[in-house]
């Protein structure tokens, strides 16, 4: 009997817990249906520092984004990592409307889901590898989670690798700079962030990091050929070794050593 009573006691505190949780804490607001405002996904990576680029660019011309007095055209949402479940969905629930994801989780979104496409690839070369001794004699490595193109540029690449060790973006600081690793596949942002250690280009040849992926029904809008235009000038400017190193640092060394591409977005 006392046990049946406990499991009453206890649904009932769920079932109270529950009531609070949908009706009294505080939740963040959906947005809003007439919200005409283009939210661009982006993640603390490269495609974060490029999206800073477009929006300085935008507001240098007099518009303002949401974070400011009035909206207009477009701004940006800060989803960390576009292979998390939050950046996914933040598309698929139309929190945002297009945004940066790595070209595997790209082809997983248009592939999963009605409604969305690839519009067209941005970002070529975005990774960096960093090592300490010779990148020939890396044995263990690291790689962003998730990111199974850039795992296998690494086992074609470097087939001494005995070892790849999947890590979070924001873990995989750590994970070199604690010599956890003897190597480590790295956004460039985070390069940016050690500018002291050794880094060379992942591989010889051009690959794909990031994508932009797109809900159809904002294609043909004012506010994405607005988008388009901006993102062009941004990466025209961006693709500038000059430009780069003035915004970002880092030696001439590694600006020669790794092959960064800013594509231009086709006209909608």
């Given at each position: 009997?006392?046990?049946?009573?406990?499991?009453?006691?206890?649904?009932?505190?769920?079932?109270?817990?529950?009531?609070?949780?949908?009706?009294?804490?505080?939740?963040?607001?959906?947005?809003?249906?007439?919200?005409?405002?283009?939210?661009?996904?982006?993640?603390?990576?490269?495609?974060?520092?490029?999206?800073?680029?477009?929006?300085?660019?935008?507001?240098?011309?007099?518009?303002?984004?949401?974070?400011?007095?009035?909206?207009?055209?477009?701004?940006?949402?800060?989803?960390?990592?576009?292979?998390?479940?939050?950046?996914?969905?933040?598309?698929?629930?139309?929190?945002?409307?297009?945004?940066?994801?790595?070209?595997?989780?790209s082809m997983?979104?248009?592939?999963?889901?009605?409604?969305?496409?690839?519009?067209?690839?941005?970002?070529?070369?975005?990774?960096?590898?960093?090592?300490?001794?010779?990148?020939?004699?890396?044995?263990?490595?690291?790689?962003?989670?998730?990111?199974?193109?850039?795992?296998?540029?690494?086992?074609?690449?470097?087939?001494?690798?005995?070892?790849?060790?999947?890590?979070?973006?924001?873990?995989?600081?750590?994970?070199?700079?604690?010599?956890?690793?003897?190597?480590?596949?790295?956004?460039?942002?985070?390069?940016?962030?050690?500018?002291?250690?050794?880094?060379?280009?992942?591989?010889d040849q051009?690959?794909?990091?990031?994508?932009?992926?797109?809900?159809?029904?904002?294609?043909?809008?004012?506010?994405?050929?607005?988008?388009?235009?901006?993102?062009?000038?941004?990466?025209?400017?961006?693709?500038?070794?000059?430009?780069?190193?003035?915004?970002?640092?880092?030696?001439?060394?590694?600006?020669?050593?790794?092959?960064?591409?800013?594509?231009?977005?086709?006209?909608?």
């Amino acid at each position: 009997m006392d046990a049946i009573k406990r499991g009453v006691i206890f649904l009932a505190a769920a079932f109270v817990l529950g009531l609070l949780v949908a009706f009294v804490l505080p939740r963040e607001r959906p947005r809003e249906a007439q919200d005409e405002t283009l939210l661009i996904g982006v993640g603390d990576d490269v495609t974060g520092l490029l999206m800073e680029q477009i929006l300085q660019r935008y507001q240098e011309d007099g518009h303002e984004g949401l974070s400011q007095a009035g909206s207009d055209d477009m701004d940006s949402y800060l989803f960390m990592d576009c292979c998390s479940n939050a950046g996914q969905w933040s598309l698929l629930t139309q929190d945002i409307d297009l945004g940066f994801y790595c070209s595997h989780i790209s082809m997983a979104i248009v592939n999963q889901n009605e409604g969305f496409s690839i519009y067209s690839p941005v970002i070529m070369n975005g990774e960096v590898l960093g090592y300490w001794t010779e990148p020939s004699e890396i044995k263990t490595m690291a790689i962003p989670m998730k990111r199974e193109h850039l795992a296998q540029l690494v086992r074609e690449q470097y087939p001494g690798v005995e070892r790849l060790e999947e890590v979070s973006p924001t873990s995989i600081l750590y994970a070199f700079g604690d010599r956890q690793v003897d190597g480590a596949v790295m956004d460039i942002a985070r390069a940016f962030q050690m500018p002291e250690y050794h880094y060379t280009r992942v591989c010889d040849q051009d690959y794909v990091s990031f994508c932009l992926v797109v809900r159809d029904e904002i294609v043909g809008t004012p506010q994405f050929q607005t988008f388009v235009q901006y993102y062009n000038e941004t990466a025209e400017a961006l693709n500038d070794r000059d430009t780069l190193q003035e915004l970002y640092g880092m030696d001439d060394a590694f600006w020669e050593s790794i092959n960064l591409k800013f594509l231009y977005l086709p006209e909608p």
